[in-house]
Every structure is written in C-alpha cells, then in structure tokens.
C-alpha cells in the first residue's frame, strides 16, 4: 500500500524558510514524477513544483510562477524522499501541502494528511 508521510510544516514570519519532507513507502519516488501540492484555506488543491523521474543522473523541474526562485523540490532517491525547501516566505504561502505523484486529481487515493505551513507577516 502507497503511504506518502510529509513533514517540516511550521509556523513561520515572513522571510523565513521551512524545508519539507515526504517519505514514500509502496512506491518508487525515482521512477515517477511527483509534485508537491499547496492548499491555501478555502482554495483548491495546486501543485506548486515537480520533479520528474530520474533518467541518465538528471530529473526535470518545474515551478509554478508564484515560487520560482524560492522554493526548490529535490529527491533523495537512496531514502525514496522527497523534499521541498521553501526560501523567502510569504503569507500567501500559507496552507497545507502535500506530495502526490505528477497531476495528481483530488479524489487520488494516497494524498495522506499533509503538513501545515503558516507564515504571518
């Protein structure tokens, strides 16, 4: 069974950084592209970054505007983690993020719980 466990989540000032992590148990994170998904209260589910599978030493990113130059994903493909370190929050930040694989849609089975992010300015 796929379990997806996320972490790191804070309370944070404008500014700030937090670094999160989602450990994959049932699934390879190496051979799949994964997203981390933000949701801000009462707004739907995004997916802010992914990172794609890993072929030949590389992995392809991308970022939606709003991070680019602040938050990064990475892969640690040896502990089948994913992480997302998030640099220069900002209030908008703010909410509950979750790793799914690439695209995922609201009714995939493994969202898990998520962890919360707070940044006040």
């Known amino acids: 069974q796929v379990q997806l466990v996320v972490s790191g989540g804070g309370s944070m000032q404008t500014g700030g950084s937090l670094r999160l992590s989602c450990r994959a148990s049932g699934m390879s994170l190496t051979t799949a592209c994964m997203g981390w998904f933000h949701q801000a209260p009462g707004k739907e589910r995004k997916e802010v970054a992914s990172?794609?599978?890993?072929?030949?030493?590389?992995?392809?990113?991308t970022y939606i505007d709003s991070v680019k130059g602040r938050f990064t994903i990475s892969r640690d493909n040896a502990e089948n983690t994913l992480y997302l370190q998030m640099n220069s929050l900002k209030p908008e930040d703010t909410g509950t993020y979750y790793c799914?694989?690439?695209?995922?849609?609201?009714?995939?089975?493994?969202w898990g719980q998520g962890t919360q992010v707070t940044v006040s300015s």
């Open positions: 990172i794609g599978a890993f072929v030949s030493g590389f992995a392809m990113t």
């Open positions: 799914a694989p690439c695209g995922a849609f609201p009714d995939y089975r493994y």
